[in-house]
Each structure stands twice: as C-alpha cells, then as structure tokens.
T-cell receptor, first 113, second 112 residues
Framework: DAGVIQSPRHEVTEMGQEVTLRCKPI?????LFWYRQTMMRGLELLIY????????DSGMPEDRFSAKMPNASFSTLKIQPSEPRDSAVYFC???????????FGSGTRLTVV | DAKTTQPNSMESNEEEPVHLPCNHS???????IHWYRQLPSQGPEYVIH???SNVNNRMASLAIAEDRKSSTLILHRATLRDAAVYYC?????????????FGKGTKLSVKP
C-alpha cells in the first residue's frame, strides 16, 4: 500500500487566492482526518469524516475553510480566500475503526504570501 | 479529554536505552494510551498503544503504571533515526473512532 497520499507537497500562493489540498486515504480505512501544524499552535485537528460523512468540524478555523469527501478514496480541504496566517503544514490521516493506529500523509506545506 | 504532561526535551546517546515518561492522571478507565512520533519534516507516525498491560512491538515497549496515571515509552537502543518529537495521547474509542489530540510532546535528541 502506498500509504496516505497528499498533494501537492508544497504550495505557494498569493493572499486572496483559492487553495485546494488533496488527500487519498488508505483503501479500506473508514475514517479520514485533516490536521494543521504550526510552530505556535502545534498539531490541530480541523475536521474528520466517517464513511465520507463529516462528523466533527469544530476545529475548522473559520468559514474560509471547507472540506469535502465525495467518495471513499478522495478528500479535499479548500481555503478561499487564503490569508498569510493560513501558512502551515496540513496533514491528512486515515484509520480503520478499532485498535489500529492512524496513518498520516507526508503533508502539504502551504505558504500564503 | 485527559490531559498529559511530558518533558519538553530529552537527550540520549546512540545505542543506549531511552525512557520517555508521560503523566496522564485524569485518564478515564476506557482511554487507551497511544504514542506517536514525528520525525523532522514528516507526518506523525504510530509507535505503540496499550490499555493496562505492558506492550511490546518491533519499535518500542510501553510500560503502563498499575494505576494508569502514567506510562513510559521505552526505546531499547536509540539510533540517530529515533530523533523525533514523541507524543503521548490518551484515546477513548467508546462506540466509535476516537480523535487524536496532540499536545506538545517530548523532543528527543540522540547523540552519536
């Protein structure tokens, strides 16, 4: 298995532009999580899905952020419009219910200038 | 959510054992204790987890106190590749998948 695949690895965009981050979870994993990591705030859970349905989005910072999971093999995190304070590394993770560990992707480093 | 306390940083010499402590005095009876680590420029990586008994796997051992208020992750022979931030995370599965909530963790440095 190739693991959790995130794209792009790096994204540099100008303030005000729309940014879309993508994630392909491990096949068979029913849960998908989006995290954000910054030096100041550490790793923060933004939103998670179960069977493609959003379960808890209380960590989404504001309405500029949205996440979708149209099918079991694909999820997106969209920021519109982007701001410099959104600069961070965004991680996607997936897991299988039960006593298994989460598998994280390599992350997308977002820089908003 | 149960709170955890870990040292900010620790140092070890290569090929020596490392004991990484974690206090989780407010842990509930159904919380599993998970350990993850994050190597530089990578996503977090699952290390080990347990409920009450000590656990071993190919990466590490987990020693859980009898009262479950603390645990220790043991790396038997540290290598340079073990330099990472280690997170101790109580996780309550309940009737559904729990959420991993990361604290600040312990930054482990390994000296050659």
């Amino acid at each position: 298995d190739a693991g959790v695949i995130q794209s792009p690895r790096h994204e540099v965009t100008e303030m005000g532009q729309e940014v879309t981050l993508r994630c392909k979870p491990i096949s068979g994993h029913d849960y998908l999580f989006w995290y954000r990591q910054t030096m100041m705030r550490g790793l923060e859970l933004l939103i998670y899905f179960n069977n493609n349905v959003p379960i808890d989005d209380s960590g989404m910072p504001e309405d500029r952020f949205s996440a979708k999971m149209p099918n079991a093999s694909f999820s997106t995190l969209k920021i519109q419009p982007s701001e410099p304070r959104d600069s961070a590394v965004y991680f996607c993770a997936s897991s299988f219910p039960g006593l298994y560990g989460y598998t994280f992707g390599s992350g997308t480093r977002l820089t908003v200038v | 959510d149960a709170k955890t306390t870990q040292p900010n940083s620790m140092e070890s010499n290569e090929e020596e054992p490392v004991h990484l402590p974690c206090n989780h005095s407010t842990i509930s009876g159904t919380d599993y204790i998970h350990w993850y680590r994050q190597l530089p420029s990578q996503g977090p990586e699952y290390v080990i987890h347990g409920l009450t008994s000590n656990v071993n796997n190919r990466m590490a051992s987990l020693a859980i106190a009898e009262d479950r208020k603390s645990s220790t992750l043991i790396l038997h022979r540290a290598t340079l590749r073990d330099a990472a931030v280690y997170y101790c995370i109580p996780l309550n599965y309940g009737g559904s998948q729990g959420n991993l909530i990361f604290g600040k963790g312990t930054k482990l440095s390994v000296k050659p």
